[in-house]
């Protein structure tokens, strides 16, 4: 059966011979080696499909890690323009104090 399997001289060494004994067994190859290569076949695919799934996996985790980077950061910088906005260290920002800090050319 794994030489069939192979397929390696399948016909000539095995099926030939076996057709003489028993005519039904060619029947019986056919069917075994049709099955053995739709298992393989799903085999090999399955692995394809769960390799691609882990990889989708791993690429939204590192596009959400980015994400929550980049939101960090623009909150720190707003931070600091705020902070430098607050010229009078008040701890809050009055509307001339907001409106002077959008007129300066780093923050817009």
Not at 28 to 54: D, H, K, P, R
Not at 62 to 89: F, I
């Amino acid at each position: 059966l794994f030489q069939i399997m192979t397929l390696e001289s399948w016909s000539n060494g095995i099926v030939r011979p076996a057709e003489k004994v028993a005519p039904g067994l060619v029947i019986f190859y056919i069917v075994f080696l049709v099955l053995i290569t739709f298992g393989l076949l799903n085999v090999l695919t399955a692995v394809f499909v769960e390799t691609s799934v882990q990889q989708a996996k791993e690429d939204e985790d590192a596009a959400r890690a980015e994400l929550e980077a980049s939101k960090k950061r623009t909150l720190e910088t707003l931070q600091l323009v705020l902070q430098k906005a607050d010229t009078d260290h008040s701890g809050s920002i009055t509307k001339s104090e907001f409106t002077k800090v959008l007129t300066r050319p780093d923050v817009s």
